[in-house]
C-alpha cells in the first residue's frame, strides 16, 4: 500500500470512529429523555423478488431487464423521463399520457407542474429496456424514478459525492459511508461516475424501510 492510500484509509477509518462516537451520543441523549430507538438492520442478503438463480450467469435479456427492476425498485405508477431541447438545454420531468394531446394539454395556459389535467403514466418494460439500451444520442431515453414509495417506504438508496461538497474528499467520504454501511449490514456497491470526480454509492435494501 503506498502512503497516499494508507493516509485514505487511516482518514477513513477516523472518520468511521467520530461517527460511531456520535451515534452513541445520540443513542445516550435519546435513553437520557425516554426515548426508545427502534435498530432495523437489513440483512446483507441482496433483494431478491426475482427468483432464478444467477450462477451460471446466462439471463435472456427479459430477465437482465427484471433483475435491474427487482434492484431499483421504486414507484410504477409515475417516473421521469430526460428531455433535451433544441437549445441544449436538458432536464427531467414526469411523463404525461395526455402531453401534447389537444384536448387536455394547452401548455400556453398551464405549466405542467400546475395542469388540472395532468395523468401520469405507468412505468412498463418498454420504458425500462429502452433505458438500459440507451440508443438515444440526447439521453432521451434515459428514466428516472421515484424510490419513496406511496407507503413512504424505500428499497434502494443512491449516495452521490463528489469534491464540490466533501469536506475530506470525495474518496474518503465513500469510504467512510461504505464502512458503516459494511457495520450495519447494509449491501453497498460503488459506481464511479464517468463524468468529473465523482463517486455513487448503491444500497440495496432486502426489506422496505420507512423514511425519516
Request: aromatic letters at 10%; proline letters at 3%.
Amino acid at each position: 500500500m503506498d502512503a497516499n492510500k494508507h493516509n485514505e484509509t487511516t482518514s477513513a477509518l477516523e472518520q468511521i470512529r467520530e461517527l460511531k462516537a456520535e451515534n452513541e451520543r445520540l443513542k445516550s441523549l435519546l435513553a437520557k429523555h425516554g426515548i426508545t430507538l427502534e435498530e432495523n438492520k437489513c440483512s446483507a442478503i441482496a433483494l431478491q423478488p426475482y427468483n432464478k438463480p444467477l450462477s451460471n450467469c446466462k439471463l435472456s435479456l427479459k430477465d437482465k431487464v427484471l433483475l435491474f427492476q427487482s434492484l431499483f425498485k421504486g414507484r410504477n405508477d409515475v417516473f421521469a423521463k430526460r428531455w433535451h431541447s433544441l437549445t441544449g438545454k436538458a432536464g427531467y420531468q414526469p411523463v404525461c399520457q395526455r402531453e401534447w394531446d389537444r384536448q387536455y394539454c394547452d401548455k400556453r395556459k398551464y405549466r405542467c407542474a400546475d395542469c388540472p389535467n395532468r395523468l401520469f403514466a405507468p412505468l412498463t418494460y418498454e420504458h425500462l429496456y429502452n433505458h438500459l439500451a440507451g440508443k438515444d444520442e440526447h439521453g432521451r431515453d434515459v428514466i428516472g424514478l421515484y424510490p419513496i414509495l406511496e407507503d413512504n417506504t424505500c428499497h434502494f438508496l443512491c449516495a452521490d459525492f463528489d469534491d464540490k461538497n466533501c469536506e475530506h474528499g470525495y474518496k474518503n467520504d465513500v469510504l467512510a459511508y461504505v464502512g458503516v454501511c459494511k457495520e450495519w449490514g447494509i449491501p453497498c456497491y460503488i459506481e464511479r461516475v464517468a463524468v468529473g470526480q465523482r463517486s455513487t454509492c448503491m444500497d440495496f435494501l432486502h426489506c422496505s424501510h420507512h423514511r425519516r
